[in-house]
């Protein structure tokens, strides 16, 4: 099929960021990955996202706050994968980036996801959300997550999503990014992959007010040996009040759960921050 009309003439959307209630990393695969168990958990922090349709077929970038070449953006990984299985036209791009990158948030995975959503959308290309996730797990584990965007049990490689009955509406979260790099790569090689005493899946049924005993993410240690930094906000978000406080993913971003507006966020005015009520 050749697009010559367009009836729909672009799309504006607000991908969102995501944070991680507890992280353990069970065993390395062979395939040199390794098998987690988490649980996801959408966070209205977002970028804007807007993709108009070209005649041309080309995929032309454009945007505020991008820190990767083009051919290892997600983004364009999404368009090109979903060109290769649809004959889809080029687009015009715009990414207007507000979630930081190496957070452990996944803003990057879910600008992708949200491309692969909105391409469906504009073309009417009827892609059911179990292809659409595996489309989605060819840009990277976390992209999966976006494409239902609803609170779920993460294994595997991260890409095996089970819806779990979890809301934290009502609870202020505040999450704070210092001017701290961690790659994944080199957080991974940082860990001994052990089973949890006890399941994360239970742990995750309990009132959030005992998450702090056993709700635990693998990478805090070696992350905040590191980058003493880091702990050191936990603490301090402690100190505020938090019901519960932790790292996203293999970091740098710290959140903390709170039953009251906090201030403590004017303490950092030099990092990135979210704060608010979650819906």
Not at 34 to 39: K, L, P, T
Not at 48 to 63: A, T
């Amino acid at each position: 099929m050749i697009w010559h009309i367009f009836v729909k003439k672009n799309m504006v959307v607000y991908p969102n960021c995501k944070i991680n209630l507890g992280l353990n990393v069970i065993s390395k695969r062979p395939d040199g990955y390794h098998n987690i168990e988490s649980v996801f958990y959408p966070v209205p922090w977002c970028d804007m996202l807007e993709i108009i349709p070209s005649e041309k077929n080309s995929f032309i970038f454009d945007g505020i706050g991008i820190q990767c070449p083009l051919e290892e953006n997600l983004c364009y990984k999404a368009w090109d994968l979903v060109r290769k299985q649809f004959d889809i036209p080029g687009i015009s791009l715009f990414l207007y980036k507000k979630i930081p990158f190496g957070a452990g948030l996944g803003g990057g995975s879910s600008d992708g996801a949200f491309v692969l959503k909105v391409l469906n959308d504009l073309f009417d290309l009827a892609i059911d959300s179990q292809t659409m996730a595996t489309i989605a797990s060819e840009l990277g584990s976390d992209c999966t997550f976006f494409i239902d965007n609803r609170p779920g049990f993460v294994s595997g490689t991260g890409a095996d999503i089970m819806p779990v009955e979890l809301s934290l509406k009502g609870y202020y979260l505040l999450v704070i990014k210092p001017d701290v790099a961690v790659s994944t790569r080199e957080a991974y090689g940082l860990i001994n992959p052990k089973k949890p005493a006890v399941p994360l899946w239970e742990v995750i049924k309990q009132p959030v007010s005992e998450w702090k005993y056993q709700l635990t993410n693998d990478f805090e240690y070696p992350v905040i040996m590191n980058n003493p930094v880091i702990g050191r906000i936990k603490s301090q978000l402690y100190e505020a009040g938090a019901l519960y406080a932790a790292m996203s993913g293999s970091g740098s971003a710290i959140y903390g759960l709170f039953e009251k507006e906090t201030s403590i966020a004017d303490n950092f005015p030099e990092w990135l921050i979210w704060k608010g009520w979650l819906p």
